[in-house]
């Protein structure tokens, strides 16, 4: 899964990139609308809990991929390499410019609605485009021969046009997952789920500016869109941070009112909005957090281990993470009734810790 970051000229998008995903990463070159690649770690307080239970060998935490491509806009969209980069990511990360700084240019008034808008209309009309030269083919298809798929898809493309013309993404429409599954191939770029991350100033009181940041630059509204989000990073903080050792983090953080940084949340933000979460497997040899879409049945999570596991799938040893904590051991916790078995069609619950019982 992969989640690409986007955004308007001058406002930090790259440098969130570079500190995100800890990459080198040059100028574009001869190709202005390459896209950057890199990884980052989904902090978990919960896993280096459990690691502190068992002092495992390897400790490794689920991952992110990030994209970071080129300034946004209507000129770059046109570009059929700059919407292709765009059309591959399964979600997106807009930063908005929110600081003030004489010496970083900036078009007109910090006014990160207004970007907020502006690019969603983009997206919005990027999409209409698409819309308009395949319902003009499909018309021509229609008349040549009907068929039910033929016209199921026209009627749906229809109803995303309409929504479209009231300037509203297609990730605010209502659709089925029928629907859903007919449009996929299109790869509509205003269908994608999408963290608005507001870029604040520095000040001695973040923590608190952090928190207010949405409801300051009116868009706390967007936050209870569907399948959207915000948050609120300060760039030049989380430099900062980015350079330290943990103990002096810690202590850096809590300068500012902070218990965590702004980074961690945008993380935490950008894989839950991918519909992600994580499970468990502890051990002495390793503790590790494994990656499935929310609502997975447990041989289907089992599959993310091993394909073999989710094959040979028997049982699933289950309890979660906290009541394992409670607990002290799992001998503890089989004692107390909390660590049970369960079957193949249990559906997987965010912060479960399991062992897969299997006939392989």
């Known amino acids: 899964m992969k989640t690409g970051i986007i955004g308007l000229p001058q406002v930090g998008k790259t440098s969130l990139f570079k500190i995100l995903t800890k990459a080198h990463v040059g100028e574009r070159g001869h190709n202005p609308r390459e896209a950057h690649l890199g990884m980052a770690k989904v902090p978990d307080e919960r896993l280096d809990k459990l690691s502190s239970l068992y002092n495992p060998k390897k400790l490794v ?3 992110i991929e990030y994209s970071d491509v ?9 570009e059929s390499a700059y919407a292709n980069n765009l059309r591959t990511v399964d979600a997106l990360i807009h930063v908005l410019r929110a600081f003030d700084e004489p010496s970083i240019p900036h078009v007109g008034e910090v006014d990160p609605l207004r970007d907020a808008k502006n690019v969603d209309f983009d997206l919005v009309v990027n999409d209409l485009g698409q819309i308009e030269k395949r319902l003009e083919r499909l ?23 309409t929504h479209l013309e009231s300037e509203r993404p297609l990730r605010e429409m209502e659709m089925s997952a029928e629907d859903k599954k007919r449009i996929r191939g299109f790869m509509f770029l205003s269908q ?21 940041a949405p409801t300051k630059y009116n868009l ?25 050792a943990d103990d002096e983090a810690g202590e850096f953080l809590a300068s500012y009112g902070l218990t965590e940084s702004g980074l961690v949340r945008l993380i935490r ?33 089992a599959g993310a281990i091993h394909s073999d596991l989710e094959k040979h799938f028997i049982r699933a040893e ?16 089989r004692s107390r009734g909390t660590l049970r078995l369960e079957g193949k069609d249990y559906i997987v619950q965010d912060g479960d810790v399991m062992h897969i019982r299997h006939s392989g």
């Not at 040549?144 to 995303?160: G, H, P, Q, Y």
């Not at 519909?275 to 049945?297: H, K, N, Q």
């Open 139 to 161: 018309e021509k298809d229609l008349k040549k021969m009907k068929t039910a798929e033929l016209e199921r898809e026209f009627d749906l493309l229809k109803r995303a046009k």
């Open 318 to 333: 289950t309890i979660h993470w906290d009541q394992l904590l409670d607990a002290g051991s799992e001998p503890n916790a």
């Open 192 to 212: 994608k789920s999408i963290l608005y991350a507001l870029n604040v100033n520095e000040s001695t009181t973040l923590g608190e500016d952090l928190e207010k």
């Open 269 to 301: 933000k950008s894989y839950e909005l991918l519909g992600l979460i994580s499970f468990f497997t502890v051990g002495e040899d390793e503790c590790r957090a494994w990656t499935i879409e929310r609502g997975s049945r447990a041989q289907a999570a």
């Open 70 to 78: 080129a300034a946004i806009g209507q000129e770059a969209l046109k």
């Open 61 to 63: 935490h689920a991952t």
């Open 220 to 244: 706390i509204e967007y936050s209870s869109r569907p399948n959207a989000a915000v948050t609120a990073i300060c760039g030049r903080v989380e430099a900062e941070l980015a350079e330290m």
